[in-house]
């Protein structure tokens, strides 16, 4: 397989920056040197707080796998858009990747599918890597409505998105909002079903560039589960909240997944 894996650590609103950059600094000590060169098709990514990035950045290997990405991204570069940071500011502050859309930035902010495309087109346009997610409620998927429900959220946040923009940088993460930090996983094949659903959704609408794209799974990924979801297929990677706080659960995911 040569889809680039992915584990990415997103810190949420947690870690003051002395803290954040001590959890850095012994997630690279702790890495194997093997994972971290270049040309490995695995990347390591960390997202702590805003104000925590310049606090991480020298910890992180701007062009090799480990990565400094950021919780979110504004639509825009610069103007009267208080408390925005946009992806000039990103990319002054060391950071190339952006998780967008994601749940609790939907639920608890409100962001609707058509401000998630907008920040998608723009940060992909301006460069960096970003990190889609989609995923469904419960009642959604208890009415069996979740695979449509997550193609619709696809379609809305790449409306009108360039096909020369599907490339690499390109990255989706399915997280059902039901396993988001309840410590609730979706079992392996949920996953991989909604990841095949997902997949081919891509390859319909960007072709063979779509078919391509990383897919990482979030909700409640931890070290005992990691390995039982790579292994059911077609899963690239995950978005880890609560256990990447945790230095050694966070490795051993990222074992799981160079390993799966
Ligand atoms: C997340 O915040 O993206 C996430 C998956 O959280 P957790 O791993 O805690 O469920």
Aim: proline share 5%; net charge neutral; aromatic share 6%.
């Amino acid at each position: 397989m040569t889809r680039v894996r992915w584990v990415i650590g997103n810190w949420k609103q947690n870690l003051l920056r002395g803290p954040a950059e001590a959890l850095a600094k012994r997630m690279v000590a702790e890495i194997p040197n093997q994972l971290l060169e270049a040309d490995h098709r695995l990347r390591i990514g960390i997202a702590p707080t805003f104000l925590a990035l310049d606090a991480v950045s020298p910890w992180t290997r701007p062009s090799g796998p480990l990565w400094l990405c950021a919780q979110d991204i504004a639509a825009q570069d610069q103007g009267a858009f208080t408390g925005e940071i946009g992806p000039e500011m990103l990319a002054e502050a060391g950071v190339k990747c952006a998780i967008i859309g994601h749940s609790e930035r939907r639920n608890h902010y409100r962001e609707p599918d058509i401000l998630v495309g907008a920040k998608l087109h723009h940060a992909l346009k301006a460069g960096f890597t970003c990190v889609l997610c989609v995923g469904e409620p419960l009642d959604v998927r208890n009415q069996n409505r979740h695979e449509s429900y997550v193609i619709s959220q696809l379609s809305n946040a790449f409306h009108q998105l360039e096909n020369e923009l599907c490339s690499e940088r390109l990255i989706i993460a399915y997280e059902p909002v039901w396993a988001i930090g309840t410590g609730k996983t979706a079992t392996p094949s949920q996953a991989s079903a909604m990841h095949r659903t997902i997949r081919a959704w891509l390859l319909e609408r960007f072709g063979p560039a779509g078919g391509d794209r990383s897919i990482l799974y979030g909700g409640s990924v931890k070290p005992a589960n990691a390995a039982t979801l790579m292994a059911a297929g077609d899963i690239d990677g995950f978005l880890v909240g609560g256990a990447s706080l945790d230095a050694s659960k966070f490795l051993d995911i990222v074992h799981a997944a160079a390993n799966g």
